[in-house]
Structures are given as structure tokens and as C-alpha cells.
């Protein structure tokens, strides 16, 4: 990203609002690290110098930079899109259409103001590439409003205010938010952490709140040892507590539990919380757990049949009244379910999509299996959830920082790329155009929760 502008647009106040400091190369502040301050003028070369190395640098590892100089050299400007295209990068000039007489004055105003014959000089300059920039082959010409630009808020919840209690609880995008939390840090005091946690996120706004139902915790969320409590009783501690919060797993594996018994333990919680109960389903996948815990772990086949029988047993034990029906004698379930319990599907091959389509409530799929899940349900009305696993941070310089935390040996990059790293501002562009590819409900799991200021951490997004 090259700046464009005279002295006293703007530039280096428009970079700073937007990006981390360490994204900024600013050739006044490399004067000042070479010279005796960002004025140095006998510095410049040195500075340049300093400046076209660690813009080399940085796009050879693919990362942000935004280069902070007057940005009017066109022979510079022009290299500059070329190291860009070289790394395979996105290029963008932002353009400051500060108006001049206000660049004029706020250079009057300076400590070592530039002569004003000068910084006339500089404001034909960027009057004349105005003209012709969007000839040079940038992806973007950002041009900024009349004062340089101020900078964009995120939008902000209140945290403590009070959230709504209905049975919908859904963003200004139409979404719902569901918090899926599948690590347990829970120190000293499991049942104190996890009561934390949920109130928090009823606090923030979400729908509901997911469990992992595993038996080993799984390698995609941490080590064997650490701790993965039994979904269906922690429901029944966070049934407890006074929130509006649907509780329910993402997703129970068929091949734990009988499916009555599954039914079970959903329609007593449906009980306890007056109708707050969801059930996520799945076929299973993760042999090691099976074969730990004695289960059997038939091939994917039978494993989808029993996904698909599964849901018919439930629905039938979860139906009014007690007759044969779903093959079994009879369907005594008491208590009984205080509404319809909602099954969502979790998986995204055809058969399970058929499945879904077939018998559940709604699905749940990765964010880049959207299509396929929007292609096998046209025309039904079965409701399209999404497994989201995002980098979110307070802001910018938050969000590299757990980027750098959580990459482990991944590259920084390409770790925010699959992460969709941002903050809760930039998350909300990716979350609108979800909605508007028919999302229904996202499923929030950060792999950075440790408690229940996390949990605030995200409630912006849950506005
Ligand atoms: N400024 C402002 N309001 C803005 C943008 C800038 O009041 N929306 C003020 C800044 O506080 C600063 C002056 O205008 O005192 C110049 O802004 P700066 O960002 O430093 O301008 P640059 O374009 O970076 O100037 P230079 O080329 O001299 O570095
Ligand atoms: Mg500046």
C-alpha cells in the first residue's frame, strides 16, 4: 500500500489510525533512525536505502506494508507496484485528496514547517498523478475524504449492557452466534470457569453456547491430556445457571452413545431449560477415541446409517404420545422435550448432505464448504450453519499478536489467511457476506478462549 500526498495531508495519520506500526515504513521516521530526525533532509539517501530493503523484505514474506513517504517519485511509486506483483501481493494507492489549503496550514502549524513554495510544488505533483494513477495498474485507488480521513470505529457493544432475551437472538446482519468451546483451561475451579464463560456469553449476546463431545480431546484443539469434559453433563451445570443461552454439542458422534440415549439426555435438558436444547450430530471420524474407550468404529458406510437412523429414533422418542414408531415398540421419553428440539447435521459429504436434507434441522459445514452445502439444499429449508474458526483481536496490533501466538511453525501469513485474522470490524464484512450467501447461524470457536474476557473480547461481533 503506497501513500499518496503532499506534506501535511495526512498520510502518516490516515496509516496510523488503520496499521500496526510495524506495517508502516515511514521514510521521515527512518530519517530519524539514521539521521538526527525525521527532518534530516542530509539523511534521505540513507533512509531510502533503509526503505526499499524493508519493503523487500516484507512483501518476500507476503506481509502487509504500507509504505509512508510523499509517494509523488513516480520512478519509486512504480517500483514499488512492481515488488508487489513480483511477491504475487494485492497493490493499493491511497490517494489523500486532503484539500490543499488545509495541507497549507497544518504545515504553518508545524515545528519545522516545509517553505511554502515547496509544498506548492508537491501539491501540483499529486494534482497531476491524480489524474493519471489509475493508468499505472494498481488493484485498488483508495482516495480519502476531504480531512485526510478519520478513522473507522468498529462497532461497539457496551459490554454489560443488556442483551436481548427472546427466543432470536440475532445481528443487525441476520445472523446468529453460537460460541462452540471445545478447550477447557479451567484451572483449579472447572465448574467456577465454565459458569464464567457461559455468562459471559449470554452477557455478549450470543444464541447459545456448543460443547465438543469428544473422549480424548482432539490434536486440532490441543494435547490428549488436557482436559474434555463430558458434553452432556457440563449442559447440565450451564443448564443451571440464569441464562437465555441455547445449550446443546457440536457435534455428538453417532457412534457414543445409543441414539435413545442421546434423546434422552437432550429432551431432559430441553426440560430443564425450558426449551433451550439443540442436538449437533455427526457420523464420528476419530478412530483413536473409539478404540480407547472400547466403542466399536464401523467403516464411514454403516457409521451414516446409523447417523441417519439415529435422528429417525430420536425424533420418534422426542414425538407426542407413546406408540410404535421408528421401529420401536414404543416411544416412552419422559419428560418430555419442552419444544422441538433442533438436529443439526454436522459434515459436508453427499451422503450426509442427503441425510441432512432428509431428516434434520439444519447443517453444519466450514465456511469453505459453503457451496457445496447451498447446492445440496436448494429448495429445502433445512438452515445452513458454519463452523467458524477465526483470529479475532481487539485490534490490529492484538490481532498479529495472537496470530504470532497461536501459528505455531505455520507461516505468519498464511496462518491469518486460513485464521481469516482480523478485528472484529473486518470480521463483520466476512460475516455480512456470509449472511448474504444464506448463513443461517455461525459457530464461533476461537482456539485462544481462556476465560471469560475472551468471551468480551468477541462481543462486538455479536452486535
Ligand atoms: N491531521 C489532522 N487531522 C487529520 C489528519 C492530520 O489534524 N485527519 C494533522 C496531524 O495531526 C498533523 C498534520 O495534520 O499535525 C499532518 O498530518 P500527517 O499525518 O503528519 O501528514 P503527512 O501527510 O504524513 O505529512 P508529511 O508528508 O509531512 O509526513
Ligand atoms: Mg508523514
Redesign the pocket.
Known sequence: MV?V????????????ARYRADEVV?S?ALRGVVGSG?HDLDASSDAFDLLERIVAARLGRGLTTVV???GLDDARRTAWLALARAAGLPAVVVL?T?PPEL?RE??R??DRP?PAQVITGQIRKAGSIATTLDLEGWDEVHRTDE????AESAPERPLGSTTSTTAERRTSQGLRFVLQVGRFPWGEDPATWLAEVALAADRAGFAGLALLDHLIQIPQVGRAWEPIPEPWVTLGLLAGLDTGLELGTLVTPVTFRPPGITAKAAATLDALTGGRAFVGLGAGWWEREHAAYGLPFPPARERLADLEHAITTMRALWAPGTKSAGGLPETTCYPRPAHEIPVIVGGSGDRTLRIARAHADAVNVRTSELERARAALEGSDVRITVLDLPTIGRDRDDTWARVERLRGSTKATAYAERTYAGTPAEQRVRYGALADRGVDTVFLAVGDLDGPDDVERLAPLVV
Not at 480531512?147 to 478519520?150: R, S
Open positions: 501513500l500526498g503532499p506534506s501535511g495531508a495526512g498520510k502518516s495519520t490516515w496509516a496510523a515511514s521521515d525525521p509512508d513517504t510523499l489523500l486532503t495541507c497544518r504545515n502549524g508545524r516545509v480531512t485526510g480521513g478519520a
